[in-house]
């Protein structure tokens, strides 16, 4: 799916993914692109990294050489296979407790703390995810039909678009970052603010309603770490199958 979108990158944008996208032929793509890369190393390759080895660019720091592997993967054309270089030069570092590679290999334009910042605020999408399904309740889908759940989902994306265009007018009103402010805390906002029309009272000062979106900021997540458990588990219950 990834590389079915890679044509919405522009020479000279940058990418960024987790561990699952660190692969020598989406590496190779990039650079042939214009377009720079910041993963997380795979597990895998992380294990055998070995600081020593290469060209040092600074402390856990350097330059290595990708071999391209011995095996075709199975989605890859014979013709594409063989086009791809036989090596790759990438940047691997140790910043913020993870080993990252990268596409980008000068030290002095782009440094390890510069890299660090960057791939902290990929911390978002994991945010956005969350407000997407949990926020908003897009976790479990109601429609039956593939193409009911097609729409489903882009009301749930317009639904969410809508209350962040209403936290960056709220942002630029009280001289603040969208980002800082709570995207919890804008939905009941504006659900109060849907309500208060539906009962015949609407709300007339726009000011006020932004204000009202803007005073609640969210804390410093700065290197914050969730753990891939269920909070709360469910009942033990059988399903309900049939009618009551």
Request: aromatic share 6%; hydrophobic share 40%; net charge positive.
């Amino acid at each position: 799916m990834l590389r079915a979108m890679l044509d919405v990158l522009h020479r000279g944008e940058i990418l960024m993914g987790d561990a699952f996208y660190a692969t020598y032929f989406l590496l190779c793509t990039l650079r042939e692109r214009g377009i720079d890369g910041v993963f997380e190393q795979h597990g895998a390759r992380r294990r055998t990294t070995d600081f020593r080895r290469g060209q040092r660019l600074g402390p856990r720091d350097h330059l290595v050489v990708f071999d391209k592997p011995a095996i075709k993967p199975h989605w890859m054309s014979a013709a594409d296979y063989e086009a791809a270089p036989a090596a790759i030069t990438v940047r691997e570092l140790r910043a913020g407790g993870k080993t990252l590679v990268t596409t980008m290999l000068c030290h002095r334009h782009v440094t390890k703390a510069d890299l660090q910042l960057l791939y902290r605020d990929r911390w978002h999408i994991e945010l956005d995810l969350r407000n997407l399904k949990t926020t908003l309740g897009m976790e479990s889908m109601t429609c039956l039909s593939p193409a009911m759940v097609v729409k489903e989902i882009w009301v749930y994306l317009l639904s969410y678009n809508l209350i962040r265009m209403l936290m960056a007018r709220a942002a630029t009103h009280c001289d603040c970052l969208p980002r800082q402010i709570s995207f919890k805390h804008a939905v009941q906002v504006c659900v109060a603010v849907l309500m208060s029309n539906r009962l015949g009272q609407p709300l007339h000062d726009e000011d006020a309603m932004l204000t009202l979106i803007a005073q609640r900021r969210v804390g410093n997540r700065a290197g914050r770490v969730e753990p891939r458990a269920v909070k709360r588990r469910p009942k033990p219950y059988p399903r309900l199958m049939v009618p009551r």
